[in-house]
């Protein structure tokens, strides 16, 4: 069945230093690709997405490219803020078949002055 | 409305009764989703209606879960027989343009 593994957390940085988040997916046919966001005390909101393959999401500085060839999604930051701190959640639909959603376990980003 | 209600906010119930969890979609979506989230897991996929059929419920745990969207806005969520493991947030989402995702605050079960 469809899968996301994404990288364990927490991970600390520094402010304005480069994040990288890393998630792999194993679903059968073309999946869609999200990264959404938790803010402490909020509900999840899409970060963003990619529909197919080399396709590149971005929002609010943060980007991932849809990899095929590595079935990977992986997130990018070249500067995080503190306002970044957050847990971050990968997730895939695959558009073949029924339209179920998977989620990985999230990442838990602490982002310090 | 704005967006995807959820009521109630918090439910505390006690082992072996029955609940029901409410969603109120943003309107004009048809598919809706329902999930559950434990403490520093993702959301785990539970079922999800394209209009008023459910397309898939293959992630409800088992027989004491039931969902049902008569109309094909409103969901309810119901639990028979709760236990102590079904303690989690429960999450509902409807899906807009691209099959992105909105998703309301959650209701909060504790069964003690």
């Known amino acids: 069945g469809n899968s996301v593994t994404q990288m364990e957390g927490p991970v600390t940085l520094s402010e304005e230093a480069f994040l990288t988040i890393n998630c792999t997916y194993t679903?059968?046919?073309?999946?869609?690709l999200f990264w959404y966001v938790q803010y402490p005390g909020e509900g999840l909101q899409l970060l963003l997405k990619?529909?197919?393959?080399?396709d590149k999401g971005s929002n609010k500085g943060f980007e991932a490219t849809y990899r095929k060839e590595t079935t990977s999604f992986h997130l990018e930051k070249g500067s995080v803020q503190v306002s970044d701190s957050a847990v971050y959640f990968c997730?895939?639909?695959?558009?073949?078949?029924?339209?179920?959603?998977?989620f990985g376990t999230g990442t838990r980003l602490k982002v310090l002055a | 409305g704005a967006g995807v209600s959820q009521t109630p906010s918090n439910k505390v119930t006690e082992k072996g009764k029955y609940v029901e969890l409410r969603c109120d979609p943003i309107?004009?979506?048809?598919?809706l989703y329902w999930y559950r989230q434990s403490l520093g897991q993702g959301p785990e996929f539970l079922i999800y209606?394209?209009?008023?059929?459910?397309?898939?419920d293959s992630g409800l745990p088992n027989d004491r879960f039931f969902a049902v969207r008569p109309e094909g806005s409103v969901s309810t969520l119901k639990i028979q027989r709760t236990e102590r493991g079904d303690s989690a947030v429960y999450l509902c989402?409807?899906?807009?343009?691209?099959?992105?995702?909105?998703f309301g605050p959650g209701t909060r079960l504790t069964v003690l």
């Open positions: 309107s004009g979506h048809t598919a």
């Open positions: 679903a059968t046919g073309y999946p869609s």
């Open positions: 209606f394209q209009g008023t059929g459910a397309a898939d």
């Open positions: 990619a529909t197919k393959a080399d």
């Open positions: 989402a409807s899906t807009g343009v691209n099959n992105e995702q909105f």
């Open positions: 997730a895939l639909i695959s558009t073949s078949g029924t339209y179920k959603y998977i």
